[in-house]
């Protein structure tokens, strides 16, 4: 692979702006020269291992936060989970009461009019 | 005048009372058990159906306090178990962005050596990334006891009002203890109504949790597809001689 066509590449790849400033001046100054030497080829890598490492960090942390979000939602449909089945203890509770009073209700005596 | 006379037969009518017992006087012993037994139920329902209505009065109102205490218990429950979900959660997100950061700032000290003057800017992404969503620290279930204590106290009031009004126990008293139990269902509902409330927020919360999640999970896989199509460059430029 050229230069040249490597500067093709370099345009199509995700680079932050300023790595990518720094990848196209060394590129062109090569360019220029006619050939890469070995400390702009190694500065080159350092630059892309450098972003490479700040992807993977942006990454990760994106990860942990969503497993972080996930696992909170998780909880707090846990919690609403076990607070419905208290209110349905409860509703089922208070129903039986109100039963138990209408019931008590019924069976009293009506009162006669003479 | 006509209408002297009929007050005056009225007046001179004898009581129910009066003309039952005249009329177990009259009938001998068994017809006057029997006569009895009609006076007693006569005498008797009033006080027994007063002290029905009484009781169900209030067992409805014990059942009421029973019933939002309960459903109090299980809104402190509720809201404890949020606040230590809350805090775990927070946590959570201060290690991550702790690390984050660290790491950052040591990779923007290397950065620096190659000439990249925006070293600080990975950081503050890493703390962008680690921000909470506006709302999902909010409590839901606070204040509830107070809004149901309100809710009790205003019940107890009714029932007192209703009974007080009706406190000689008429033939109405069934209608009293049915509007009784049906105050007693409304309130029970409003309570349920104040549950559900929180419920409903704690439900926005896990779907505004789900959603920026999905966020994250989405653009960390597009990071890293960006990382892999360095990684490739990487491997065509090693390939570059020199």
């Given amino acids: 692979m050229n ?24 590129i062109d100054a090569a360019i220029v020269k006619g050939s890469l030497d070995a400390v702009a080829k190694q500065q080159m890598m350092d630059l892309v291992d450098l ?28 919690i609403l989970e076990m607070n419905d089945e208290k209110e349905a203890k409860i ?11 209408e019931d008590a209700a019924k069976a009293a005596p009506a009162v006669p009019t003479l | 005048m006509k209408i002297e006379t ?25 017809r006057s058990e029997r006569v009895m037994k009609v006076l007693d139920r006569v005498l008797g329902a009033p006080e027994a159906v ?32 949020t606040q230590d979900a809350i805090d775990q959660f927070t946590g959570w997100v201060t290690k991550t962005k702790d690390k984050g950061v660290a790491k950052a700032r040591d990779w923007g000290a290397r950065a620096l050596k190659f000439g990249l003057t925006k070293a600080t800017s990975l950081e503050d992404r890493v703390v962008a990334i680690c921000n909470i969503p506006a709302g999902l620290e909010e409590i839901a279930a606070g204040g509830f006891e107070a809004r149901a204590k309100a809710g009790s106290e205003q ?30 269902e ?6 349920e109504e104040k549950q559900a409330k929180g419920r409903e927020k704690i439900g926005l919360r896990v779907e505004k949790a789900r959603g920026r999640a999905g966020e994250l999970k989405a653009d960390a896989d597009n990071k890293r597809s960006w990382v892999e199509k360095q990684r490739v460059f990487k491997g065509l430029l090693a390939k570059v001689s020199v």
């Fill in chain 2, 155 to 184: 019940y107890t009031k009714n029932v007192v009002d209703l009974m007080t009004a009706k406190a000689g126990l008429s033939a109405e008293q069934r209608a009293i203890l049915e509007s009784l139990l049906a105050a007693q």
């Fill in chain 2, 6 to 30: 009929m007050d005056s037969e009225i007046q001179s009518r004898p009581s129910v009372m009066e003309r039952i017992t005249t009329a177990a006087e009259t009938a001998g012993r068994p």
């Fill in chain 2, 50 to 81: 007063g002290m029905a209505v009484t009781i169900a009065g209030e067992n409805a109102r014990a059942l009421q306090e029973r019933a939002a205490n309960a459903l109090n218990e299980t809104a402190h429950s509720m809201e404890e178990a």
């Fill in chain 1, 51 to 78: 972003d490479v490492e700040a992807g993977l960090l942006e990454a990760d942390t994106m990860d942990k936060m969503a497993l972080t979000l996930g696992s909170f939602a998780a909880t707090n449909e846990k």
């Fill in chain 1, 3 to 26: 230069l040249q066509e490597l500067k093709q590449k370099l345009n199509e790849v995700g680079f932050s702006d300023e790595v990518s400033a720094k990848l196209h001046e060394i």
């Fill in chain 2, 186 to 191: 409304v309130e029970r509902q409003k309570l």
């Fill in chain 1, 91 to 101: 509703e089922a509770d208070v129903e039986e009461a109100v039963s138990q009073i």
